[in-house]
């Protein structure tokens, strides 16, 4: 396989070196904060690496990682009974998760499905490798061989699953088993193919088109509707993936959730005792439209969105407790979130009641790209913490980087966007080591946010700033747009954009990968 027969090379081990040689390249403006606060930051790493070593005496090895992250829900749900009740949704176990560990009021995501994840797998912004929106079938896309994940970058020293929604495409490339994961159960796709491609969605209303029947007589183009297409794949790596499922009926859909998650089960409980810690990256497959037959209403909401977050919220309160039971909590971080704001097309199912903040998914305004983010560790993550630092969640690739003692695996040829937060999850609030998130719409810069100022690009007019500037602690719905106020500002975030898109000229983006797909893979059916 593409990276796996690669590393074997001699070849391959200098590149490796030449990418590992030197410091991390962050962006311009970590620079300038790091040149304000490096003999703080210094001291206190000199710190963190003492407790860190000292729980790798104490367990054996490095903490397990485990990274629960769910479609579209929208900020200020979940998180506390309270906002339960205001809501509609059902949520004791995140809830509890709140209680005893650290709630982040401000962890930004990208504004939809596939940057997310990219970022979160890579440490980069996904306008970076091309990976700008949501992949479909058959989109013929994926994400490029050339980018280095986390399961990579923890590789030797850890065993890494993957489970249910990559949404990294569908070329061979892009497979997770082909990206470091050591074993990978996974759809390639956004979760709304397995359950609206179907007649059950199609009889429901739901989908407009897409069945046979629907086909005009005088359709000359046979295969413009994306009838051969994979949904779900295993795959182990260094070894060809299978294709394990092919929803035609919505109950496929619900057995392939049901089997992934019994496989999360499974993997934590094998590598609980083992030599070597673990990175879980699970990211199920919510929302599902569709509930199964005569399943009773269990939320206020009582749409598709509550629902499925209700029986996902069980599930997580199980895997806390299988940890409890195999004797691993205190040697294991779980972070759960969301990964974009609520989608509000679809009514009453996806829809979700305005919140905290204006906007949904796709869109750069807060509700958008902040989300509900919480951390769990017990004995080491303070409980009932709250901390209200900048994060982003490439972040997340850079500080499990660290807690897996595996920083110099990063690689150094390329900008990394994540930050190494490890600070602020064992110091806490004011330990945090970003003030700022560059927000994308696709391959577009469209917003800044810099401390609690937010500037809008998207919509701007030449000349003037115009009315672009927002205090986000006054104003979070960003309803109020200001100028005259906010001239002081006009300028500083013109050197941000400007230091952001020189450093661009320096380090281009990597195109996409784009080829045949579904090569490398034994098909349950030819296509």
Known sequence: MFKIVLKTTLVAATTLATLQAGPIIHDAEYNILAAQNGEKWAKEDKSLDDKLAALRKKHGKAPNIIHIMWDDMKYGAIGHPMLNNVTGYVSPNINKIATNGMTFTRMYTEPSCTPTRVAAATGRQPVRSGMIFPIFPIHEMGLPASEVTIAEVLDDDYHTGFFEKSHFGDVEESYLHNQGWDEAIFTMYNQFAGQM???????????????????????????????????????????????????????????????????????????????????????????????????????????????????????????????????????????????????????????????????????????GVRVPAFAYWPGVIEKGAVVHDIVHVADLFTTFARLGNKMDAIPRDRVIDGIDQTSLLLNGDGHGRRDHVFIYQGANLSAIVKQQYKRHFAGARAGLAGKGFFDLDKDPREEHPQMAQFLWAWPAFDHMKARHEAQIKKYPHTPVTRGEPYTGLELLKER
């Open 197 to 367: 491609f179907t007649p059950t969605a199609e009889a429901g209303g739901m989908t407009t088109g897409w069945a046979d029947d629907e086909v005009s007589p005088y359709a000359l183009d046979k295969e413009f509707r994306p009838k051969k297409w994979v949904w779900a794949i295993e795959g182990f790596e260094g070894k060809k993936g299978k294709e394990i499922s092919t929803p035609v009926k919505v109950s496929e859909y619900h057995e392939f959730n049901a089997m992934a998650y019994d496989r999360v089960k499974k993997f934590i409980t094998k590598h609980a005792s083992a030599d070597k810690p673990f990175l879980l990256d699970w990211w199920p497959n919510a929302i599902e439209m569709f509930s199964e037959e005569n399943s009773p209403k269990q939320t206020p909401h009582g749409s598709a969105s509550s629902e499925s977050l209700y029986r996902l919220d069980k599930q997580i309160g199980e895997i806390v407790a299988l940890t409890e039971k195999l004797g691993i909590a205190e040697n294991t971080l779980i972070v759960v979130m969301a990964d974009n704001g609520p989608m509000q097309e679809i009514w009453p199912e996806t829809y979700q009641n305005p919140g905290i903040f204006r906007g949904g998914k796709n869109d750069f305004l807060e509700g």
